[in-house]
Nanobody, 119 residues
Framework: QVQLVETGGGLVQAGGSLRLSCAASGRVFNSYAMGWFRQPPGKEREFVARIIMNGGAIYYTDSVKGRFTISRNNAKNTVYLQMNSLKPEDTAVYYC????????????WGQGTQVTVSS
C-alpha cells in the first residue's frame, strides 16, 4: 500500500499559479501510474491529469490543457501538478492517487489539499 500526502494548496487570485506536490511512501513508487483529481464545492470528484510510470504518457482533462502540467520525480517519490492561469472554476480540493487500472481502479488516496481561486 502506498501512502500519499498532498501539499501546496492555498488561496490565489485568478491568473495566478500554484504547484501541488504529492509525496508517496510505502511500496515502490515508480511502479505506479499516478493521477490528480479534484472535487469542487458541492460536486463530485473529477479527473484532472495522470502520468504513466516512466512519465512517457500524460493525459489531461480538457479544461486544464495548456494551463496545468503534471510531472513526477521517481527519485523523490513525488508527483507534481503545476497550475498556471488559474480560474475561479479551478477551486476545489485536489487529491492524488495511484492508479491500478485506468479508468476505475485506484489504490490509495491522499487527504487532499484545498485550492481556492478568487476572482
Amino acid at each position: 500500500q502506498v501512502q500519499l500526502v498532498e501539499t501546496g494548496g492555498g488561496l490565489v487570485q485568478a491568473g495566478g499559479s500554484l504547484r501541488l506536490s504529492c509525496a508517496a511512501s510505502g511500496r515502490v513508487f515508480n511502479s505506479y501510474a499516478m493521477g490528480w483529481f479534484r472535487q469542487p464545492p458541492g460536486k463530485e470528484r473529477e479527473f484532472v491529469a495522470r502520468i504513466i510510470m516512466n512519465g512517457g504518457a500524460i493525459y489531461y482533462t480538457d479544461s486544464v490543457k495548456g494551463r496545468f502540467t503534471i510531472s513526477r520525480n521517481n527519485a523523490k517519490n513525488t508527483v507534481y501538478l503545476q497550475m498556471n492561469s488559474l480560474k475561479p472554476e479551478d477551486t476545489a480540493v485536489y487529491y492524488c492517487t495511484d492508479i491500478r487500472k485506468w479508468p476505475n481502479e485506484f489504490g490509495s488516496w491522499g487527504q487532499g489539499t484545498q485550492v481556492t481561486v478568487s476572482s
